[in-house]
């Protein structure tokens, strides 16, 4: 207590800060997840546009479009044996929930470790092109800072691994 009975905050000190962090369980400090999308999914060979903000990635946009462009996958094992690397790497991933998935694609969830924001991401095994495409995008905000983009090249290079 302060003079005059009034209380002081304290700064929350970088120990405490990471305590509750590390206590959290995986879980966010806040929850900022926003409204699922209703429209995902693969329509006629192909996953959503990316909206015109800069949070978002997909490899089924076109190369011009710098921003939101972005390699697919490849993979050399079969497309089966190819799923199942993808899925190990998208469940050894931290807050992460595949909430649908079939013979051809797989849509996982991504929350942020202290916002809870959430992604969407999408992954469509295009067995004609031995790829697979994918899209990540943030449901809230304008910019992610690039996350979505480094997201896909980390999970790109660790299915790499397995596929070796």
Do not use: W
């Not at 207590?1 to 970088?14: D, E, F, H, K, N």
């Not at 209703?38 to 490899?59: A, D, Q, R």
């Amino acid at each position: 207590m302060g003079r005059g009975g009034v209380a002081i905050a304290q700064p929350l000190s970088t120990a405490t800060f990471a305590s509750a962090t590390a206590s959290s369980g995986e879980k966010p400090l806040f929850s900022f997840s926003g409204t699922p999308p209703t429209n995902l999914g693969v329509k006629e060979g192909k996953l959503l546009e990316c909206p015109s903000t800069p949070n978002c990635v997909n490899s089924q946009a076109p190369n011009s479009n710098s921003e939101h462009s972005i390699q697919p996958i490849s993979y050399s094992s079969t497309p089966e044996q190819s799923l199942a690397n993808l899925k190990a790497v998208i469940q050894d991933l931290p807050r992460t929930k595949i909430v649908d998935e079939t013979e051809d694609y797989i849509y996982a969830e991504f929350t942020s470790a202290l916002m809870g924001f959430v992604d969407d991401v999408e992954f469509y095994l295009d067995k004609t092109q031995n790829v697979i495409h994918v899209r990540s995008a943030s449901r809230l905000g304008q910019s992610d800072l690039g996350v979505n983009r480094k997201r896909v090249e980390e999970i790109r290079a660790k299915f790499a691994a397995l596929e070796a």
